[in-house]
């Protein structure tokens, strides 16, 4: 299967659905889920990877003149993995009272599936091993200081020219197995874990007891970027100017992103921002009469797309960001 993603790896590992059926749950609040492309760790902790730093040199030759040989630059770099868990207990008189048990459990754990959705969402933009060493390190770590240096990170941070501390940033990422993708722990089954604990005694807030439902959920999810010009970040939007009608051109700082990216074939480029910013995006293109922006149906959902990239939105991302220098 060429790149799949986490819904794609639960649907071909569970065979009975019960997995399956829960990404598909997280899929409809976390639209990363639709585009992330993961894959299996060669550690048991994480992945071990190899990052180009440089390209070899190449010769034009003269006859009876030799080439001297060369090597391109890597550098090895270990991502580790982060696991986030969840326990949800509902009481057995309640679950058994709707005649189906399994499914009645399954609705009243949403509330459980979308908190670990924030929570993965959120660490996939601000984790920082350095400061949460239990989580991973996210993607504002990484890129999280402007260069005008074409072979440095942070040559793919476009200045979006906010000087305050109320900013949020856009994100174009490019999935793929040779760019950025998720990974879970070597000999992991696709890194998330759904266990039915069964009726068990638990206690009430004041110390009573009563027999319920015990769900365990778990989630080992890291990231790792393999080629550090497929993700482009556009730092320092103003939130409150730009939602207001008055900030930056928006359309502008994302085409200077897509030209960054050095080829969208490589996975599948993808735009991430807040819902009160894509919002913005949509007026200020419609305020232009520009047609960069389209909404298409595709497998039954409308998909907002920026020159035929889609725009996916993430809450967790914040708008009180730092100013990126």
Known sequence: ??????????????????????????????????????????????????????????TWRLLNYGVQPSKSQSTPVTDVTGMLEAYAEIDKELADLNGNASAFRLTEDRAFLESMNQEMAETLFYGNVAVDPEKFTG??????EMSTDIDDIGYNIIDGGSAT????????????????????????????????LGEE????????L?????????????????????????????????????????????????????????????FYMRRDIRTALRKQIKDDGNVNLTVD???GKRVVSFDEIPVRRVDQLL?????VS
């Open 139 to 144: 993607l504002s770590a990484r890129y999280s």
């Open 319 to 323: 708008s009180t960001e730092a100013v």
């Open 1 to 58: 299967m060429a790149n799949p993603t986490y819904l794609d790896f639960a649907n071909t590992l569970d065979p009975n659905d019960k997995v399956a059926t829960i990404i598909e749950l997280q899929n409809e609040t976390n639209e990363i889920l639709t585009d992330m492309v993961c894959k299996e760790g060669n550690l048991m902790t994480g992945h071990k990877t190899t990052v180009r730093t440089g390209l070899p040199s190449s």
């Open 297 to 299: 149906t595709v497998a």
């Open 165 to 196: 501390a109320n900013n949020t940033s856009i994100w174009l990422i490019v999935w793929g197995d040779n760019t950025l993708h998720g990974i879970y722990p070597k000999g992991s089954v696709g890194g998330f874990k759904h266990q039915d």
């Open 201 to 208: 005694t638990l206690t009430d807030a004041n110390g009573g």
């Open 210 to 270: 009563y027999q319920g439902y015990r769900t365990h959920y778990q989630w080992k999810i890291g990231l790792t970027v393999r080629d550090w010009r497929y993700a482009v970040r556009i730092a320092n939007i103003d939130w409150a100017t730009t939602i207001a009608g008055t900030g930056p051109d928006l359309v502008d700082l994302m085409i200077d992103a897509i030209e960054q990216i050095p080829n969208l074939n490589m996975g599948t480029p993808v």
